[in-house]
């Protein structure tokens, strides 16, 4: 069975500064990986995702995220964090199943907090 | 193109009333899902479709029934709602599998069970 951790609840960050936001998954086989975003009263946003190839993958808005399989991550980055990018975070994991028709299994979410 | 909507937005129920929630997309996607998300605990899966007329069980199905009797159409329905099914609701859609593989969400629907 797949699962995907998010280990912090809360990230705070002040603007203009570095944002990251952690990932760790369980999966058998090659995992699909996946980052999305949501704003207050809205649905989730698709921010970037990992199939194969390239282990830094680039995404919406200025994030990236590298892959780590060894580290068995997937972290989300920005070098310049921006106000607007306060949101609830959500990684996501795709079962490599047979049968999985593309089911994801969602982290908890982590809550991005960015002052001024 | 409109991607995925959802209606209603908001609905409030008493214990034991029904209801559908409507999800359409025109993306021509084979693949559509049902969620629910609560607090700190992310979204879980409710039911999924893999094709017209197809579908299935997901992480926490019970309460629930779904219809896709269009491809572009996934129905969400509770029989008899309960104050536990007090919820957001969200619908998405993917094409099929492989590098084009991506769930695009709804904008969700609140529903208070009272």
């Known amino acids: 069975a797949q699962s995907v951790a998010q280990p912090e609840d809360q990230v705070n960050v002040a603007e203009g500064n570095p944002l990251t936001v952690k990932c760790t998954y369980s999966?058998?086989?090659?995992?699909?990986l996946f980052w999305y975003v949501q704003y207050p009263n809205r649905g989730l946003q698709f921010l970037l995702k990992y199939i194969t190839g390239d282990n830094l993958v680039k995404g919406s808005y200025g994030f990236e995220a590298e892959f780590n399989k060894s580290q068995t991550s997937f972290h989300l980055k920005k070098p310049s964090a921006l106000v607007s990018d306060s949101a609830l975070y959500f990684c996501a994991v795709r079962d490599m199943s047979s049968d999985s028709w593309g089911k994801l299994q969602f982290g908890a979410g982590t809550q991005v907090v960015v002052t001024p | 193109n409109a991607g995925v909507t959802q209606t209603p937005k908001f609905r409030v129920l008493k214990t034991g009333q029904s209801m559908t929630l409507l999800c359409a997309q025109d993306?021509?996607?084979?693949?559509m899902y049902w969620y629910r998300q609560d607090p700190g605990m992310g979204l879980r899966l409710i039911h999924y479709s893999v094709g017209e007329g197809t579908t299935a069980k997901g992480e926490v199905p019970d309460g629930y029934n779904v219809s896709r009797l269009k491809k572009q159409n996934f129905l969400l329905g509770l029989e008899s709602a309960a104050p536990s099914q007090t919820s957001v609701y969200f619908c998405?859609?993917?094409?099929?599998?492989?590098?084009?593989?991506?769930?695009?969400f709804g904008p969700g629907t609140r529903l208070l069970v009272l």
């Open positions: 998405a859609s993917s094409p099929l599998q492989g590098r084009r593989e991506t769930q695009y």
């Open positions: 999966v058998s086989g090659n995992p699909y």
């Open positions: 993306m021509n996607h084979e693949y």
